[in-house]
């Protein structure tokens, strides 16, 4: 089955920009998400990106896709404490249709 | 927030009992999900619903089933649970199919 892969642990200090990368296993997938999830939270979609767009940003997020290589990354700038979190990446599995999400990346604010 | 509550928040359950868990939803979103949060698992999909009456399975369903008799509930049940149910569960919504817009808090299942 299709799968998505990420890194478990990233920490930053306060300012410094974060990026979030993500792998993923199907060619055909046609978004890509980010979600994140705060402690004892629901987990909150931050952005999607279709999959003929190489990149989107949006306020401190950059999302950046390089479908030759099946990576997405999520690059925070000016990280802040309120930052952190579980940061999750999803693809959308082009024959079911179904989500299909990574393991989390934890990301640790340093003031 | 989205209009999206779990009912119950927390609950722990013995072995072999029926459980029930509730979406509501006052979005009128067309489509819900169930999902499970298991550590090194991400979110697994159980169930989801494209409209009322219209359910389908998704990928961990065995041994749970669904009901959506209208467009602001969508019930999840565990026929009979079994300790590898213990999980957080999550309900989301969506008005499209492209996207699982707003998630509940979820919900602590227990099983002992």
């Known amino acids: 089955g299709e799968d998505v892969e990420q890194s478990l642990f990233l920490s930053v200090r306060e300012g410094d920009s974060s990026v979030i990368n993500c792998t993923y296993t199907?060619?055909?997938?046609?978004?890509l998400y980010w979600y994140k999830q705060e402690p004892g939270a629901g987990l909150q979609l931050l952005t999607y990106?279709?999959?003929?767009?190489d990149m989107k940003q949006d306020q401190r997020l950059t999302v950046l896709l390089n479908k030759k290589d099946k990576h997405l990354s999520l690059r925070i700038a000016d990280t802040q404490t309120g930052d952190s979190a579980i940061y999750f990446c999803a693809e959308r599995d082009s024959n079911t249709g179904k989500l299909i999400f990574g393991q989390g990346t934890t990301l640790q604010v340093k003031p | 927030d989205a209009g999206i509550t779990q009912s119950p928040r927390h609950k722990v359950t013995e072995t072999g009992t029926p459980v029930t868990l509730r979406c509501h939803q006052t979005e009128n979103h067309r489509y819900m999900y169930w999902y499970r949060q298991d550590p090194g698992h991400g979110l697994r999909l159980i169930h989801y619903?494209?409209?009322?009456?219209?359910?389908d399975k998704g990928e961990v369903s065995d041994g749970y089933s669904v009901s959506r008799s209208k467009t602001e509930d969508f019930l999840l049940t565990l026929e009979s649970a079994t300790s590898s149910q213990t999980s957080v569960y999550f309900c989301?919504?969506?008005?499209?199919?492209?996207?699982?817009?707003?998630f509940g808090q979820g919900t602590r299942l227990t099983v002992v």
């Open positions: 990106i279709f999959s003929n767009m």
């Open positions: 989301a919504i969506s008005w499209t199919a492209e996207v699982e817009a707003f």
């Open positions: 199907d060619s055909s997938s046609t978004y």
């Open positions: 619903s494209y409209g009322v009456k219209d359910t």
